[in-house]
């Protein structure tokens, strides 16, 4: 149980287009989602905590109008890069917890690798 | 906000050996993870251990919360155990139980 799917798995886009990025739980309910951005040999950064049905929670100096997150349903969150530049590229994971939220662990999709020509 | 502090940073073994990975929090954690996050990028869940001490084939968790770390211990490695492995906690005082990772420890086995 608790799988996380995520897609596309790698995307190249040109600069300037933008970019959307799905997070699904496949077989349980996710309130809260989580997005992680991981340059190259580093560790993963949280972007922002994906609420369902209302804002999103961006960490300090993470440009939200840049990186547009949408939690519509309990089971989607998306994560669309907007004017998307070379500086974009990067490996961007998301994930999410089931129930009990407070007790239980945090499952990862398998990650979108993104380069931006 | 909480700090995570992971080591080594590397470590290469001889396919065979054992190892011990530690990680120290710097704050009182309702969440601790360990993960191994393969070539392809993928983070797989190895353990959810807040506390105690879990066991799963040949790898083994313990984590003294009231000391504040966590080690991974490998045994009898093999060279598909090489990649990144990160410790990843979530901070008791926070609202949305998000985690915050280690810079991990790349493990190279060799054969």
């Known amino acids: 149980g608790a799988v996380v799917s995520q897609h596309p798995s790698r995307v190249i886009c040109k600069s300037g287009t933008s970019v959307k990025i799905e997070c699904r739980s496949l077989?349980?309910?996710?309130?809260?989602m989580f997005w992680y951005r991981q340059f190259p040999k580093k560790s993963l950064m949280l972007m922002a905590t994906?609420?369902?049905?209302?804002?999103?929670?961006?960490e300090q100096g993470v440009e939200k109008d840049k990186f547009l997150i949408n939690h519509a349903s309990l089971t989607l969150s998306t994560l669309t890069v907007t004017s998307a530049h070379p500086e974009d590229s990067s490996f961007y994971i998301c994930?999410?917890?089931?129930?009990?939220?407070?007790?239980?662990?945090?499952?990862f999709g398998n990650g979108t690798r993104l380069t931006v020509t | 906000g909480i700090q995570v502090e992971q080591s080594p940073p590397d470590l290469i073994l001889q396919e065979g050996a054992n190892s011990t990975l530690r990680c120290n929090f710097s704050d009182s954690v309702n969440n601790l993870q360990w993960f191994h996050q393969n070539p392809w990028g993928q983070l797989i869940n190895l353990f959810y251990?807040?506390?105690g001490t879990k066991q799963n084939g040949r790898l083994s968790a313990t984590t003294v919360a009231t000391e504040r770390y966590s080690l991974l211990y490998i045994s009898s490695s093999q060279t598909t155990d090489s990649g990144v492995y990160f410790c990843a906690v979530d901070g008791s005082g926070g609202s949305n139980y998000k985690l915050t990772f280690g810079k991990g420890t790349l493990l190279t086995v060799n054969p």
């Open positions: 251990i807040p506390s």
């Open positions: 077989d349980f309910q996710a309130t809260t």
């Open positions: 994930s999410a917890r089931g129930l009990p939220h407070r007790n239980s662990p945090l499952h």
């Open positions: 994906s609420n369902e049905g209302s804002k999103a929670t961006y």
